[in-house]
Protein backbone atom coordinates (compact mmCIF):
# COMPACT_ATOMS: atom_id res chain seq x y z
CA UNK A 1 0.00 0.00 0.00
CA UNK A 2 2.56 2.34 0.71
CA UNK A 3 3.98 2.16 -2.61
CA UNK A 4 0.86 2.56 -4.29
CA UNK A 5 0.00 5.76 -6.30
CA UNK A 6 -3.65 4.61 -5.33
CA UNK A 7 -6.04 2.31 -3.72
CA UNK A 8 -9.56 2.29 -4.29
CA UNK A 9 -11.66 -0.60 -1.83
CA UNK A 10 -14.97 -1.60 -2.21
CA UNK A 11 -16.80 -3.42 0.30
CA UNK A 12 -20.41 -5.28 1.92
CA UNK A 13 -19.45 -6.37 4.54
CA UNK A 14 -16.30 -5.54 6.40
CA UNK A 15 -13.82 -2.53 6.64
CA UNK A 16 -11.28 -3.04 4.00
CA UNK A 17 -8.21 -4.28 4.92
CA UNK A 18 -6.38 -0.74 4.22
CA UNK A 19 -8.29 1.67 6.13
CA UNK A 20 -8.76 -1.19 9.33
CA UNK A 21 -7.42 0.56 12.74
CA UNK A 22 -5.26 -1.84 15.04
CA UNK A 23 -8.15 -2.55 17.42
CA UNK A 24 -10.63 -3.32 14.39
CA UNK A 25 -8.04 -5.09 12.48
CA UNK A 26 -7.27 -7.71 16.25
CA UNK A 27 -10.65 -8.27 15.94
CA UNK A 28 -11.19 -9.92 12.80
CA UNK A 29 -12.91 -12.60 12.57
CA UNK A 30 -15.04 -10.48 15.08
CA UNK A 31 -16.40 -13.54 17.19
CA UNK A 32 -12.83 -13.94 18.64
CA UNK A 33 -12.24 -10.08 20.08
CA UNK A 34 -8.33 -9.79 21.74
CA UNK A 35 -7.88 -10.22 25.36
CA UNK A 36 -6.65 -6.44 25.36
CA UNK A 37 -7.34 -3.59 23.87
CA UNK A 38 -5.36 -0.38 24.08
CA UNK A 39 -6.76 2.03 22.00
CA UNK A 40 -7.22 2.84 18.34
CA UNK A 41 -3.86 2.78 16.49
CA UNK A 42 -4.45 2.98 13.00
CA UNK A 43 -2.29 2.18 10.03
CA UNK A 44 -0.52 5.25 8.60
CA UNK A 45 -1.72 5.90 5.28
CA UNK A 46 0.87 7.40 3.54
CA UNK A 47 0.42 11.81 2.54
CA UNK A 48 1.29 13.00 -0.58
CA UNK A 49 4.54 13.72 -0.94
CA UNK A 50 5.61 17.21 -2.79
CA UNK A 51 6.56 17.13 -6.65
CA UNK A 52 6.06 13.30 -6.10
CA UNK A 53 2.35 13.15 -7.67
CA UNK A 54 -0.98 12.29 -5.81
CA UNK A 55 -1.77 9.91 -4.03
CA UNK A 56 -5.50 9.02 -3.74
CA UNK A 57 -7.11 6.58 -1.13
CA UNK A 58 -10.72 5.26 -2.11
CA UNK A 59 -12.63 3.18 -0.05
CA UNK A 60 -16.76 2.97 -0.74
CA UNK A 61 -18.19 1.11 2.31
CA UNK A 62 -22.10 -0.54 2.14
CA UNK A 63 -24.32 1.22 4.53
CA UNK A 64 -24.64 -1.21 6.92
CA UNK A 65 -20.64 -1.65 7.65
CA UNK A 66 -20.16 1.24 9.99
CA UNK A 67 -23.34 -0.18 11.74
CA UNK A 68 -22.16 -3.61 12.54
CA UNK A 69 -20.37 -3.89 15.98
CA UNK A 70 -16.71 -5.72 15.63
CA UNK A 71 -15.30 -7.30 18.83
CA UNK A 72 -15.88 -4.26 21.39
CA UNK A 73 -18.41 -1.43 20.87
CA UNK A 74 -15.51 0.91 21.80
CA UNK A 75 -13.39 -0.97 18.48
CA UNK A 76 -15.93 -0.16 16.46
CA UNK A 77 -16.62 3.28 17.37
CA UNK A 78 -12.37 3.76 17.32
CA UNK A 79 -12.73 2.53 13.56
CA UNK A 80 -15.12 4.65 12.58
CA UNK A 81 -13.24 7.79 14.11
CA UNK A 82 -10.27 6.75 12.03
CA UNK A 83 -12.28 6.80 8.69
CA UNK A 84 -13.83 10.07 9.79
CA UNK A 85 -9.87 11.20 10.69
CA UNK A 86 -9.22 9.68 6.81
CA UNK A 87 -11.76 11.53 5.21
CA UNK A 88 -10.78 14.60 6.25
CA UNK A 89 -7.21 14.45 4.73
CA UNK A 90 -7.02 15.98 1.72
CA UNK A 91 -5.84 12.88 -0.60
CA UNK A 92 -8.44 10.36 0.70
CA UNK A 93 -12.16 10.25 -0.12
CA UNK A 94 -14.43 7.66 2.35
CA UNK A 95 -17.59 7.09 0.38
CA UNK A 96 -20.91 5.23 1.57
CA UNK A 97 -22.76 3.17 -0.77
CA UNK A 98 -26.94 3.40 0.71
CA UNK A 99 -28.90 0.36 1.51
CA UNK A 100 -31.19 1.27 -0.95
CA UNK A 101 -29.24 2.16 -3.55
CA UNK A 102 -31.07 -0.06 -6.63
CA UNK A 103 -27.34 -1.60 -7.53
CA UNK A 104 -26.70 -5.17 -7.82
CA UNK A 105 -23.23 -5.37 -6.71
CA UNK A 106 -21.35 -8.08 -8.42
CA UNK A 107 -18.59 -8.34 -5.20
CA UNK A 108 -18.59 -8.80 -1.45
CA UNK A 109 -15.30 -7.17 -1.83
CA UNK A 110 -13.24 -5.55 -4.39
CA UNK A 111 -9.54 -3.60 -4.15
CA UNK A 112 -7.10 -2.00 -6.56
CA UNK A 113 -3.84 -0.68 -6.08
CA UNK A 114 -2.30 1.31 -8.53
CA UNK A 115 1.48 0.73 -8.50
CA UNK A 116 3.94 2.33 -11.06
CA UNK A 117 5.69 -0.70 -12.15
CA UNK A 118 3.10 -3.12 -12.07
CA UNK A 119 0.20 -1.19 -13.26
CA UNK A 120 -2.78 -1.87 -11.03
CA UNK A 121 -3.45 -5.20 -9.59
CA UNK A 122 -6.94 -6.18 -8.21
CA UNK A 123 -7.60 -8.09 -5.46
CA UNK A 124 -11.36 -9.61 -5.43
CA UNK A 125 -13.17 -11.72 -2.88
CA UNK A 126 -9.22 -13.50 -1.97
CA UNK A 127 -8.11 -13.95 -5.54
CA UNK A 128 -5.48 -11.20 -7.09
CA UNK A 129 -5.63 -10.35 -10.74
CA UNK A 130 -2.90 -8.16 -12.90
CA UNK A 131 -3.70 -9.02 -16.35
CA UNK A 132 -5.45 -6.28 -18.90
CA UNK A 133 -8.46 -7.77 -19.19
CA UNK A 134 -8.93 -7.70 -15.03
CA UNK A 135 -7.74 -4.91 -15.02
CA UNK A 136 -10.92 -3.06 -16.94
CA UNK A 137 -13.55 -5.65 -15.81
CA UNK A 138 -12.51 -4.79 -12.10
CA UNK A 139 -11.91 -1.08 -12.52
CA UNK A 140 -15.35 -0.89 -14.17
CA UNK A 141 -16.77 -2.64 -11.25
CA UNK A 142 -15.36 -0.57 -8.87
CA UNK A 143 -16.95 2.10 -11.17
CA UNK A 144 -20.43 1.28 -10.49
CA UNK A 145 -20.30 1.72 -6.78
CA UNK A 146 -18.48 4.56 -6.43
CA UNK A 147 -21.01 6.52 -9.26
CA UNK A 148 -23.58 5.29 -6.89
CA UNK A 149 -22.18 6.47 -3.43
CA UNK A 150 -23.23 9.39 -1.88
CA UNK A 151 -20.98 12.39 -1.18
CA UNK A 152 -18.13 12.67 1.20
CA UNK A 153 -19.73 15.06 3.96
CA UNK A 154 -22.86 13.21 3.67
CA UNK A 155 -20.96 9.71 4.24
CA UNK A 156 -19.06 11.53 7.08
CA UNK A 157 -22.60 11.87 8.73
CA UNK A 158 -23.79 8.44 8.33
CA UNK A 159 -20.34 7.04 9.62
CA UNK A 160 -20.36 9.60 12.60
CA UNK A 161 -24.24 8.57 13.32
CA UNK A 162 -22.67 4.82 13.20
CA UNK A 163 -19.89 5.75 15.98
CA UNK A 164 -22.48 7.45 18.49
CA UNK A 165 -24.39 4.49 17.77
CA UNK A 166 -27.60 5.99 16.68
CA UNK A 167 -27.27 3.06 13.52
CA UNK A 168 -26.63 -0.49 14.37
CA UNK A 169 -27.03 -3.70 11.85
CA UNK A 170 -26.74 -7.23 12.81
CA UNK A 171 -23.54 -8.45 10.93
CA UNK A 172 -23.55 -12.64 9.08
Not at 92 to 110: C, D, K, M, Q, S
Amino acid sequence: MTRAEAVQCFTSDRIPEPFRAEGYAAAWPFHRPPATYAGPKGPEIPHPRAGVGTKRWTPVLDEAVPGRTRGRPAMTADQLGHLLELSRTPHAEVRVLRLNTELALPVAFLAGHRLADQGTLWRQDGCTYADADAHEKRGLMFGRPLRHAVGVKESRELIARAREGRVSWRGP
